[in-house]
């Protein structure tokens, strides 16, 4: 058990709705990373929080916004559904201290399926 | 740019026998972290070992241990006395600029291990 929990597991909706993952890291860890896994991308990083703060963005589509809230939790908002969004959402989180070792630790994932 | 290459789809070994699963990066930072993740059939990822650019000495975390050559930009895993909980798939991964603004992980495609009794 990496300490980061992610629900729900499994989600399964249709094309054009709006779904939300949301992500809890392990505790004392400030920063939250979300990456998307899927069969013809591979594992790609989508976008990183820092204490309530956005610090990076990868391959996030427009139509997908993240947040982090006070309590360090973090949601993942998918909207406008695709057949190609189908793809496993993981959450990984790290102390985020900028220096040292900042390893990330992944929840179980989101598998989101959209038909 | 910034990659990292696996480039064994699959391996099978035996058990108890050592295996080398093979990692090539490519950056320009001078500061990086590599990492390996290995991904069971249930689909989690679990971090096993950590190397940073910086480390003189190679990595070892229990049976794992990373292969690492500069010169080389290989960081290659190293798994010794495999076993049957061994089999799954592993990431090589790698953060540029490490310690930088983020610390985001660029992962190669992965690769699939079998490990036979």
């Known amino acids: 058990d990496s300490g980061v929990t992610q629900t729900p597991k499994h989600l399964i909706t249709a094309t054009g709705q709006r779904v939300t993952l949301r992500c809890s890291p392990r505790?004392?860890?400030?920063?939250v990373y979300w990456y998307q896994q899927s069969l013809d991308q591979g594992l790609q990083f989508l976008i990183q929080y820092y204490n309530g703060e956005e610090r990076a963005k990868g391959n996030i589509l427009e139509r997908f916004s993240a947040q982090q809230f006070p309590d360090l939790h973090s949601e993942l908002n998918l909207s406008s559904l695709e057949l190609g969004d189908s793809a496993l959402y993981f959450c990984?989180?790290?102390?985020?201290?900028?220096?040292?070792?900042?390893?990330?630790?992944f929840g179980p994932g989101t598998r989101l399926t959209v038909l | 740019a910034q990659k990292i290459t696996q480039t064994q789809p699959g391996m099978f070994v035996q058990e108890k026998e050592a295996v080398t699963l093979d990692c090539t990066y490519d950056?320009?930072?001078?500061?990086?972290?590599l990492f390996w993740y290995k991904q069971p059939s249930s689909g989690e990822m679990i971090f096993l070992i950590y190397q940073g650019s910086y480390d003189q000495q190679n990595a070892t975390e229990g049976r794992y241990s990373l292969n690492f050559q500069k010169a080389r930009k290989s960081a290659n895993l190293v798994i010794s006395a495999s076993q049957l909980g061994d089999s799954a798939m592993y990431f090589c991964?790698?953060?540029?600029?490490?310690?930088?603004?983020?610390?985001?992980?660029?992962f190669g495609t992965g690769t699939l291990l079998a490990v036979q009794p």
């Open positions: 505790s004392g860890d400030l920063s």
């Open positions: 991964a790698m953060t540029p600029n490490y310690g930088g603004a983020t610390n985001k992980l660029i």
């Open positions: 990984a989180s790290s102390p985020g201290v900028g220096a040292g070792t900042d390893t990330q630790y």
């Open positions: 950056t320009s930072d001078p500061s990086y972290g």
